[in-house]
Structure formats: structure tokens, C-alpha cells
């Protein structure tokens, strides 16, 4: 039965089917005989969160302990965050209906840095005190994971553990930490020393930050005896020991990507100097045709789903894409699922993968240029010309499309005005290139649109060093962009550099930035992903009460042997060969793709052995 006040709450919000739970696919489980209970809570909208590969991933890895319960919960909306404070409701999970609290562990996913303040903002709907140093063993333990978790300084006094790398194998790890310490009955500081063990877990509260004189990082060292100086990324050394799940909880009211998404490989091998998760999730890692097949198969047919996303940073590089394509087709066109390749790439976009995947819609097709001339796609390494840009189109355009999406960069490093103006001229050759190819769409004409973003420089890649554009440098662009289209055939959209440049302070910041995040929440900010929602004022006066410079972080170039807030967590690739990039990047060298030569990233290390057999013919 629903609580009365629950019911009251839901009468009078939007969307109500955000908060009920009772999806296909839900997992329930008696409470009283499970040893235990995680929260998955993901700091952003049901429809945001039901769209994450990851949370689907672990519900089913964890739920399948038959004495454990994993339920879900979301950050609530206005309206409903509203009725539930009048109300004195606390936050509650999807499928018990219990608060956050009764649980023994409450995990945040960390996706996008601009999800802080909602993390405050569920905890504080929890009734959960903020700060991990104010928190007791009769609270839940509060756990973080995902891409953003390889700089969690600004935001590491909150949690209790912290997760490096890929949870398939830690977060069960913690679990039976959790349920061993329970059942022998020992206090946290026990369980935590215990949870410090499992390889990629870091403990914020093992380690102290000092700082030099001029406000840079002096040095991060353990406080207790054996928990290691620095924490090494958890992985996954073979992705086929991990099926892709195949029982998902087909949301009730319309995720933003509503489908069957099957992850087909892990990792990139294309280097491209800008792209932290190329990077985090290296080195590149595939699953089998066969397995993916099946999984593939059970998924639509568990869920009903009649479309697949055969999801992954490039699935376009795995070595079996047109075998799988093959697999697929033997049973999806009978039973009308449709397929979808979301990140496939120009330099190797195909006739027969076009084909083979020509039940999408045809209105539009995407790609990702990122640069606008040559000479900038060389510096960001993204290995890719105006011949394969041609062809890539020219295939699109006889294939019946007849829009094109062209996603850009602004304010990459070594940026002039010319690459500014080489974004639209790029967008303009391709227009040209639809009119003149003889088999285009017939009495249609073309739309392409340019998606620009501004560069913000992240952890753990070659351009951690260097600093982001000012706000007015990165307007000035923004208008040079527009001055510079002159069809109607072209429409370009930009991102607001304000939200880049908290993003680039989050990303690169450390401790000393959580009361900010607390004293911002407080004064209102919270889902400052949303553009109506987004308090840029609120955010520099708090910087600015608390004494605390966001151009330190955002603004300042990093020196190449400078100590950084990251700087005990590896992922695998080296100090020694983010500076080897950085500086080819200034020389407008490019580095080939991994699985054609090792270029010695280190990120081998963390399998035993090569990351690929250079024997075969990977190109």
C-alpha cells in the first residue's frame, strides 16, 4: 500500500509515473531475508537515469545474490522535490518504497560533474548528513562510481567509498564486505579498512591533501597503514565473463533512450587527445558475435523492445561488427526490431553497413568531426580527413539521407579563428556534396547542422594541462561561428560556455571545493544540467563569499610535473605518455590507432600481457 502521503504527493505533480515503480522487469525481493540492501540513485530524472546502460547492468549483476536486494532511486523533479519537502517525505526507492536510510549501503552514479548538487539534494531529501565525518555506522554507507570518480575530489568528503573503474566485480565486492562486517558485527572504520582492500576502491578519509603556499597540491598520502599511496582502476579483463544483461525494467513513463542497448566493447583504441572516457576505459576490450547475439535476442524478447543500440564509445572498430550486423539479421527483420549503431565513425562508415542497418529512419545520420581544418583534427589526434568526411557523406546521401549532424569542439587547444571558420566551411562543402551527388534523395533538399560544445580539458587525458578558453574568448568564437555560415542550409547550435566553465572547475578541482558545492545547494542550485535551472550568478557570488578562485581551476595552465588532485588515482595510462601527447598535439602529430601498433600507453599493465595480437590483421 502506498503511504497516504505519497499519494497526496503524486496528485498534485507532473508525471507522477516518475515515482511509482511497478515497471516490467522490477526485481522484488522479501526484506526481511536478505542480508543486503543497496540504493542505486542516480542524481539526475527517472527519464535521464532509465536511460544509463550501467545502473541496468548492475541491478541484474547484484539482484542475482539471492540474499541481496538492489532498488533504485532518482533525483525528484521540482514539483515533486517541492511536495515531498512540505510533506516531510523522505526520499524512497522505486521498488520497496522505503527511505534511503533503511539501507545498508547508497550508491551514486558520477556521470557529469554538473550532478553534484543533486547528489546533496537527495541526500539532504534522505535526511542524510552531507559530510562522511558527520556520519556514524547507523548510517548507510554512501558509495560513488563512474567516469567522474577519477577526479571525486571536490565532492570525496561526502562519500565513504569510492569506486575506480569498472564496478562489474567491485561493487558485489563490497557487498559481501558489507555482509561479512554485519553478521561479525564490527564498526565502520573496521569495514572501511576491510573495503580499502578491494582493488580500484579508494577511501577518501584514509588520505590527507596538503597544499603549497600559491594554492597548488603539495602532496596526497595515506593516513592509515597498508591502504595503498595510490589506487589503481578496477577492469574487467574479459568482457565475455560478463554478459550484457538481458532482463531490463522497461520504464513506465518514456526514457530519453528507450530501447534495447547492447554494450558490443569497452574502451576506444582511436587516442583522440580530448576524450576522457577514450582514455579511462582503456584499453579496448570486445565481446564475442555469439554472445552478443544471444543476449541481444533474450533482451528483446524479455522486454518487447523492437529496437537495438549496439552501444559503445566506437562500435564501428569491433573486429566482428559485420558478423554480428549478420547474426542480428537472421531474426530482426521477421520480428520487426529495428537496429541502431549510435557511434560509428567516418573512417570507416561503409556501403554494407548502411545496409545492413537500414531499418532506422533515414532522416538523419551523425558523425563527429570535432575539428574544423586539418591542422586542429591533427592536434586533437582524431585521425580523420576531408576524403573520409567526403566519402562517408557521399555514401549517406545515395543512401537515401538527407540531413547530416556534425559535431564540433570549441576552444581545443592551439584553436585560431580560421578553425573557427573551417566549421562552417566544412558544413557548406557538404552541402555542395548532396547537390552534386547524382543518386540524392530526389525533389529533397538537405539540412546539415552544426553541434558545437565547448572544449572543457579533463583528468587522465593529454589535455588535463591545459587551461579552458575564458567565457568571453569562447563568445567571441561562438559569433565568428555565425558570421561565418551563409546558407540556410545550415543551422548551428552551441552550447552555453557558462555550464562548460563550472564543468571544467568540477572536473579539475579538489577538496577544498565542497563548501562551495554545500553553500551553492543551499542558495538553490541544484540541477544546474538544465538550462532553465542553472544559477551561473548564485554559483560566482558563492566562489566568491567562500573565498574560493574557479579560474584556478578552470583558467590555469597545469604544469607538466605539478601534482594534481588525480594524481594518486591511475587509470592505467602513464603520466609519461599524457605529456608525450600533449606535446606532439602542439606539433600537430598525429598517433596512429592502438590496435594497429602499441604506442605504449601502459594501459597493458592492467591486462598482464599486449592488449592486442598484432599477429592478425586488425585494420
Excluded at 120 to 132: N, Q, R
Excluded at 278 to 296: E, I, T
Excluded at 464 to 485: I, M, R
Excluded at 530 to 555: I, S
Aim: charged fraction near 25%; glycine fraction near 6%; aromatic fraction near 10%.
Amino acid at each position: 500500500m502506498f503511504d497516504p502521503k505519497l499519494k497526496e504527493a503524486l496528485s498534485r505533480v507532473q508525471k507522477p509515473g516518475r515515482y511509482t515503480g511497478g515497471e516490467p522487469g522490477s526485481v522484488y525481493k522479501d526484506k526481511d531475508k536478505v542480508d543486503v540492501r543497496f540504493a542505486f540513485c542516480f542524481p539526475d530524472t527517472y527519464e535521464v537515469g532509465m536511460s544509463f546502460l550501467g545502473e541496468k547492468i548492475l541491478y541484474e549483476l547484484l539482484n542475482a545474490h539471492e540474499n541481496w536486494w538492489c532498488e533504485r532511486a532518482f533525483m525528484p523533479w521540482i514539483d515533486m522535490k517541492a511536495e515531498m519537502e512540505r510533506l516531510q517525505l523522505p526520499l524512497y526507492t522505486m521498488e520497496s518504497k522505503d527511505p534511503l536510510t533503511a539501507f545498508d549501503a547508497v550508491g551514486f552514479t558520477l556521470q557529469y560533474e554538473l550532478s553534484y548538487t543533486n547528489i546533496l539534494a537527495m541526500l539532504d531529501l534522505a535526511g542524510i548528513p552531507f559530510y562522511s565525518k558527520d556520519r556514524d555506522g547507523s548510517w548507510p554507507l554512501i558509495v560513488a562510481g563512474g567516469p567522474c570518480a577519477c577526479n571525486s575530489e571536490p565532492i570525496a568528503d561526502f562519500f565513504d567509498v569510492i569506486q575506480l573503474g569498472e564496478g562489474e566485480q567491485q561493487l558485489p565486492s563490497i557487498c559481501a564486505e558489507i555482509e561479512k562486517g554485519k553478521k561479525e558485527g564490527i564498526g565502520r572504520e573496521e569495514l572501511l579498512l576491510r573495503i580499502a582492500r578491494i582493488p580500484g576502491v579508494y577511501i577518501p578519509v584514509f588520505y590527507d591533501v596538503t597544499y603549497c603556499e600559491d594554492g597548488r597540491i603539495k602532496a596526497i598520502t595515506p593516513n592509515r597503514p597498508g591502504v595503498p599511496a595510490v589506487v589503481t582502476k578496477a577492469i574487467v579483463k574479459d568482457l565475455n565473463e560478463f554478459a550484457p544483461p538481458t532482463n531490463f525494467v522497461v520504464p513506465m513513463v518514456g526514457a530519453i533512450q528507450d530501447r534495447a542497448s547492447i554494450e558490443v566493447l569497452r574502451g576506444c583504441v582511436r587516442g583522440c587527445r580530448f576524450c576522457q572516457a577514450g582514455f579511462l576505459y582503456r584499453p579496448m576490450r570486445q565481446r564475442d558475435a555469439g554472445l552478443l547475439n544471444r543476449a541481444a535476442r533474450d533482451l528483446c524478447a524479455n522486454t518487447g523492445y523492437e529496437e537495438i543500440s549496439l552501444s559503445s564509445l566506437s562500435t564501428s572498430d569491433h573486429s566482428q561488427l559485420e558478423n554480428i550486423l549478420d547474426d542480428l539479421l537472421e531474426w530482426t527483420p521477421q520480428q520487426h526490431v529495428s537496429l541502431s549503431l549510435p557511434s560509428l565513425r567516418m573512417d570507416n562508415f561503409s556501403q554494407s553497413m548502411v545496409e545492413k542497418t537500414s531499418r532506422v529512419r533515414k532522416s538523419g545520420l551523425t558523425f563527429a568531426p570535432e575539428g574544423g581544418t586539418q591542422r586542429l583534427r591533427d592536434v586533437i589526434n582524431k585521425n580523420l580527413t576531408w576524403e573520409e568526411i567526403e566519402n562517408s557523406c557521399n555514401i549517406a546521401f545515395a543512401e537515401g539521407y538527407t540531413s547530416v549532424k556534425l559535431y564540433f569542439m570549441m576552444g581545443l587547444p592551439t584553436e585560431t579563428m580560421e578553425d573557427i571558420e573551417g566549421i562552417a566551411e566544412t558544413a557548406q562543402r557538404i552541402v555542395e556534396l548532396y547537390y552534386k551527388n547524382p543518386d540524392k534523395p530526389k525533389g529533397k533538399g538537405v539540412q546539415v547542422t552544426i553541434s558545437c560544445a565547448c572544449f572543457v580539458p579533463k583528468p587522465h587525458t593529454p589535455f588535463q594541462f591545459v587551461p579552458q578558453d575564458s567565457k568571453e574568448t569562447l563568445e567571441a568564437k561562438q559569433k565568428h561561428l555565425l558570421a561565418s555560415v551563409h546558407s540556410k542550409k545550415i543551422r548551428v547550435n552551441y552550447h552555453d560556455s557558462r555550464t562548460s566553465f563550472l564543468e571544467a572547475v568540477f572536473a579539475k578541482g579538489d577538496r577544498r571545493l565542497a563548501p562551495v558545492i554545500v553553500e551553492a545547494y543551499k542558495k538553490g542550485c541544484y540541477f544546474d544540467s538544465w538550462e532553465e535551472h542553472f544559477h551561473y550568478d548564485t554559483w560566482l557570488q558563492t566562489f566568491e563569499q567562500l573565498g574560493v578562485d574557479p579560474h584556478f581551476y578552470a583558467n590555469r595552465f597545469i604544469e607538466l610535473d605539478e601534482v594534481t588532485p588525480w594524481s594518486h588515482m591511475d587509470y592505467g595510462v602513464t603520466h609519461e605518455f599524457l605529456v608525450r601527447e600533449y606535446n606532439k598535439a602542439l606539433g600537430a602529430q598525429t598517433t596512429p590507432p592502438c590496435n594497429r601498433a602499441c604506442h605504449g600507453c601502459g594501459a597493458n599493465h592492467l591486462l598482464g600481457g599486449p592488449c592486442f595480437d598484432y599477429s592478425k590483421n586488425l585494420v
